[in-house]
């Protein structure tokens, strides 16, 4: 089977750089990925690591170190409405994607 | 092509009845997906269609739960005698099979209460 570990709640201030981590247990790995869910809406795609190392969209950076079974986002400059939940979702032996628990991130002004 | 679309977007029933949802996905995705999402938990996996043909399906799907995907397009979600515990949001997503890039397309799912 498939399991994810990630923190239940980060706050942080406006501006600031914050990091989600994520480990995972998994038999067969195809690759990482991040998404984000504002409160009542679809989780929507924020970015797939299949291979070791960082990358970058815009404010938002992944990074995947599967040697540790590892990944974090990194959103830096954050803004209000970077307040949401942020799942990370490992697929492993199949096209299945399985996802975490789900990080609250708040953004005090 | 605005997306995944399901319907209905929310969903009252009473304990003991039947429910059916719909999802269209992105026309050229051959890849569809239902999951279950409850308060403060992430998508929980239920079901995968391959164009028609329904590829996995969870070992916590109970025999009440019965998906399909008839011409590889739209797929139907039912459950039958429904219970307190299958009140849930229940999302579709979505995938491109030919350029794989990590990424479903989620719509909005459908929101069941069940009293």
């Known amino acids: 089977g498939q399991s994810l570990e990630q923190p239940s709640e980060v706050t942080a201030v406006e501006g600031a750089i914050v990091q989600i981590n994520c480990t995972y247990q998994t038999s067969g790995f195809y690759g990482l990925s991040w998404y984000q869910q504002h409160d009542g809406g679809a989780p929507t795609f924020l970015s797939y690591n299949a291979l070791d190392g960082l990358e970058e969209t815009g404010r938002f950076s992944s990074f995947l170190s599967r040697s540790d079974s590892y990944g974090y986002l990194l959103l830096q400059e954050l803004q209000m409405k970077d307040s949401a939940s942020y799942f990370c979702?490992?697929?492993?032996?199949?096209?299945?994607?399985?996802f975490g628990r789900g990080t609250s991130l708040i953004v005090h002004p | 092509d605005t997306g995944v679309s399901q319907d209905p977007r929310h969903k009252i029933t009473k304990r003991g009845q039947n429910v059916t949802f719909r999802c269209d996905p992105i026309?050229?995705?051959?890849?569809l997906y239902w999951y279950r999402q409850t308060l403060g938990q992430g998508p929980e996996f239920l079901t995968y269609f391959q164009n028609e043909a329904q590829l996995e399906k969870s070992r916590l799907l109970s025999d009440r739960f019965s998906a399909e995907r008839p011409k590889g397009s739209f797929s139907t979600l039912e459950i039958q005698r429904t219970e307190q515990g299958d009140s849930a949001m229940y999302l579709c997503?979505?995938?491109?099979?030919?350029?794989?890039?990590?990424?479903?397309?989620f719509g909005e799912g459908s929101r069941l209460t069940v009293l």
């Open positions: 997503a979505s995938a491109a099979q030919v350029l794989d890039t990590g990424e479903l397309f």
């Open positions: 979702a490992v697929k492993g032996g199949s096209y299945i994607p399985t």
């Open positions: 026309s050229e995705h051959n890849r």
